[in-house]
């Protein structure tokens, strides 16, 4: 997928001036935000539970090496097969060339942010292999021919009338006069379409929530069970999902997952919960032929050691996207790529190069909001600073910004002259404001004005008074 | 009762000597009241967090220097803004080394740095003020002096002290007004954003007046009120401990019916 972070302040204006976006971005405090309060408020040992998690993926990614290469041994010896993909390149070709030895013709797949993140279905669409989204969610964009704009919920930014438009639009067998007005109507529609492509997909690939180090297997949660019909019944069953996802014991899964769906949704677990090892085996009733794991690295282990080591703990809840102001303003689409919010302002300069992400670190307030919900605790607004402080070495920062910043900082450090020059500022924006004591306008401060009044200093600084009220 | 006075200096804030000098005063009566020696060191201008978060370390570490230097030989630094006061606390000591000697002298800073309404009720142990004011308000929780210094229950505590006060909460106090800093220049579309909802849920609470603990953040929420035409006063939490309000409210003109000597 073609980032356009870069392009981050045309993408904010897009989205202020679309009317269904920001309707639909209404959902979130309360779809999302509410429910987590209450999920965390039933579960007395919520935060312990946290650091617990916390205390399972440092492990995990200081012996990560140790670990993949455990899982690739217990995968291998429950009949599957391990791909490593150092580049997303490498992870396209790798799922291309199984589909065409195997003749694949149409792939079902169930929600995977990995997958967004390799572009993978432009590269089957373009060896004439159909990939069809069975997430209702990733149904619903690609149909549309978009992006995710939420890591958990791909069509937040929808609202159900864009939905109804857009199946009466492709949907054209079913009769025209259906009632698809709600929610449970457009559903059992997406459903009733989706059913045969299971019975008839060649291949299911799935992404994965977590790897077993001690098991060989992969995880995935999911509220539609889209999922397991995707993994469970074609022949061939492909795990597309990335290196940082494993972890060590089954225990540990069952650790994280309890902070995981209550962080995500406010639920205490998701509807379902999937554990793939190997192909099937002759005992089982069902299950696929063969079984592939991709493992994507695409940049992050050149994050292990780094000052971005501890965003690998992310277990891509979405929790810091739910609770930003700058997402609930501008929704995902705005960032440009895969990753939005918080986590997306720190993932994708990682993954895509802080040239093309550059201003996402900054478009934050560092109000902390992200940090405080986290489930692995990541300082994610540490993050963005360390990556605006990358952009000021390498002069990304804008030369407009550095030339004041130095002015400032020059004078700051000059306390004498600094005085001098405030008291005098001072004076000349309270005659400025006059008797209103506030302006509505003041040059070099648009970007206030704009939408606010400036209130006027009340006149002599305090370092002035303080000299004149104790010192006469 | 502590054996001496603690000897405080106070750290006005670049915000505070510019726009508002009436709240660096509000604080010197607080911190008098509570028994507190105060002086104001000259050599004092920002914290540097302008520059810390634009990414420019350099200056922000000579910044910090100077801070350091400043307030050397206190007992404690009070600051009447969370930002501010977390600043120091939190951040300057991931300026330097560890191990080094200016790390070691930022910590010990970080040690005894304090943002006001916390310094009063923790340090001071103060659990009422001698304050009237007959207002209905609402508060709302600066990031920074929430999340990074856990000030929450603290300002409500001493404002339930205020004869004449009442305090109505607002929907989602806690989230962020939209100023930031240079956010609010940088990014005005999604500032105004988040403003335009904190002020709706403002004004939603009927208060006659607006309260926080840093001023940034205040005249960002002013500044949006006056523009939706509202007649919300909007003052530092420090105004109203003191029980000082003979400033006109930030942004505010003079009220015709008060003497004021403005």
């Known amino acids: 997928m073609q980032p356009t972070s870069h392009a981050f302040k045309e993408n904010v204006a897009r989205a202020f001036n679309d009317a269904n976006l920001q309707q639909a971005l209404k959902k979130v405090p309360t779809g999302f935000v509410e429910k987590r309060a209450l999920a965390r408020e039933r579960l007395p040992e919520f935060d312990a539970l946290r650091d617990e998690g916390i205390a399972i993926k440092r492990h995990t990614l200081t012996n990560l090496d140790l670990y993949l290469e455990a899982y690739e041994r217990k995968v291998q010896e429950s009949g599957g097969h391990v791909h490593w993909a150092p580049t997303a390149a490498d992870a396209r070709q790798i799922i291309v060339d199984i589909c065409k030895r195997r003749g694949a013709r149409l792939v079902t797949k169930g929600k995977s942010m990995v997958s967004e993140e390799i572009g993978l279905n432009a590269a089957l669409e373009a060896e004439g292999i159909r990939p069809v989204e069975t997430d209702l969610g990733e149904y619903l964009i690609q149909l549309r021919g978009e992006t995710p704009s939420h890591i958990i919920a791909p069509a937040i930014h929808l609202t159900k009338q864009q939905v109804e438009a857009d199946f009466r639009r492709v949907h054209t067998e079913l009769p025209p006069e259906r009632v698809i007005s709600e929610p449970p109507e457009l559903v059992a529609e997406a459903r009733a379409m989706l059913r045969q492509k299971y019975l008839d997909a060649d291949i299911g690939i799935t992404g994965a929530n977590f790897l077993i180090a001690e098991t060989g297997s992969s995880v995935i949660v999911t509220n539609e069970g889209n999922g ?4 469970s019944l074609p022949k061939v ?20 997952l309890r902070v995981l769906a209550r962080s995500a949704t406010g639920q205490e677990f998701s509807s379902y919960t999937t554990f793939s090892t190997g192909p099937r085996r002759p005992e089982d009733p069902d299950g696929p032929e063969e079984y592939h794991v991709v493992l994507l690295d695409n940049g992050r282990s050149a994050m292990l050691g780094t000052n971005f080591e501890d965003m690998l703990r992310c277990i891509r809840c979405g929790a ?13 689409h705005a960032y440009g790529w895969v990753y939005s919010g918080p986590m997306g302002a720190v993932l994708t300069p990682s993954l895509v190069g802080i040239d093309e992400a550059a201003p996402l670190p900054n478009a934050s307030t560092f109000c902390g909001r992200c940090e405080e919900v986290c489930p692995m605790r990541i300082p994610l607004p540490k993050m963005m600073r360390h990556w605006r402080e990358r952009e000021f070495e390498r002069h990304l920062t804008p030369s407009t910004v550095r030339q004041g910043l130095s002015l400032w900082a020059w004078l700051a450090a000059r306390p004498g002259l600094y005085r001098k020059v405030t008291g005098l500022a001072a004076r000349s924006l309270r005659l400025l404001a006059g008797r209103k004591r506030r302006l509505r306008h003041l040059p070099l401060a648009s970007g206030w004005t704009r939408y606010r009044d400036f209130p006027a200093p009340e006149g002599k600084t305090f370092h002035e008074l303080w000299k004149e009220r104790r010192h006469g | 009762m502590a054996a001496a006075p603690h000897h405080v200096g106070l750290f006005v804030t670049c915000l505070v000597d510019f726009f508002r000098p009436s709240v660096g005063f509000a604080a010197v009566k607080l911190l008098e009241e509570a028994g507190c020696t105060v002086e104001v060191p000259e050599t004092q201008t920002c914290c540097g967090q302008p520059a810390f978060n634009s990414g420019d370390r350099g200056d922000t570490v000579a910044i910090a220097r100077q801070v350091i230097e400043a307030f050397r030989g206190f007992d404690y630094v009070v600051a009447p803004s969370g930002s501010c006061a977390g600043m120091i606390r939190k951040h300057y000591p991931s300026l330097f080394e560890p191990g080094s000697a200016d790390r070691a002298a930022a910590e010990e800073l970080a040690s005894r740095t304090y943002e006001l309404v916390s310094f009063l009720t923790r340090i001071c142990g103060r659990t009422a003020v001698e304050a009237s004011v007959s207002a209905r308000v609402t508060y709302h929780d600066s990031c920074s002096g929430l999340r990074e210094l856990g000030i929450k229950e603290e300002p409500r505590q001493l404002l339930a002290s205020v004869d004449g006060l009442t305090v109505v909460e607002m929907r989602d106090a806690e989230t962020c007004c939209g100023f930031g800093g240079t956010f609010c220049v940088k990014y005005p579309d999604i500032s105004n954003d988040m403003v335009d909802k904190k002020a709706a849920n403002i004004e939603a609470t009927r208060a006659d007046m607006l309260l926080a603990g840093d001023l ?16 919300i006063e ?15 409210a930030i942004g505010a003109a003079a009220k015709p019916s008060k003497s004021s000597n403005g």
């Open chain 1, 320 to 332: 810091c996207l739910n609770h930003c102001p700058v997402y609930q303003a501008v929704g995902g």
């Open chain 2, 216 to 231: 940034g953040c205040l005249m960002n929420m002013a500044g949006k009120l006056q523009r939706r035409g509202s007649a």
């Open chain 1, 228 to 231: 397991d019909l995707t993994q």
């Open chain 1, 237 to 256: 069953h492909i795990v597309i999902t990335s290196i940082e996802k494993v972890v060590p014991t089954l225990e540990d899964v069952s650790t994280i």
């Open chain 2, 234 to 248: 909007v003052r530092h939490v420090a105004e109203v401990l003191a029980g000082d309000l003979s400033s006109p």
